[in-house]
């Protein structure tokens, strides 16, 4: 039963670019949210894809943009790349969209994103 | 006003010695779920334990334990019979009504020394 899986594992970019991360959910779940931890932080919730619309947004400015494949993986993709969005990038995957109050978040290992 | 907070960077302990964790949150919602997750060096967040607001006892899965104090709004992790393995940086979560996602603490770094 494979987990969540994220790619890249590291990624290099300089300011001003854009990027695009990839994960694919766990075998049986249908919802990816996508996290920002930067160094010493907790995760960031930056969105929620659920049947491929963005269904709940955290205080992140809108360089940062996503989508959902019928397949259920996501894409999260970042423009204007700035120093500040180096940080590991967390996608985690869940069932109709973690509605219940004790819905496991099951998390990927993140990709590594430094910025230049 | 920070949701999670817990107030230990860092935290030692010794092979097979029990740690506790501290976490506080913040609501005003009497329905709410609580979290931790332990995060090692490889950054995948693995999920250790669940506690929800109205349930009557504490919660335990193996070595962890969560000490839930309702009225002092905290919700403290256990770990018992510590193990080099269990090194790793400890997140506490909560979740609201209405809300999917996960408010996450800071974290505490645990390190096991033999």
Redesign the interface.
Known sequence: DAGVTQSPTHLIKTRGQQVTLRCSPKSGHD?V?WYQQAL??????IF?YYEEEE??R?NFPDRFSGHQFPNYSSELNVNALLLGDSA?Y?C?S?FR???Q??????????T?LSVL | AQKITQTQPGMFVQEKEAVTLDCTYDTSDPSYGLFWYKQPSSGEMIFLIYQGSYDQQNATEGRYSLNFQKARKSANLVISASQLGDSAMYFCAMREPGYSTLTFGKGTMLLVSP
């Open positions: 919802t949210s010493g932080q907790g995760p960031q919730f929620q269904r709940q955290g590991l967390l985690a869940s969209a973690a509605s109050l004790d819905e496991k978040l099951f998390f990927g290992s993140g590594q």
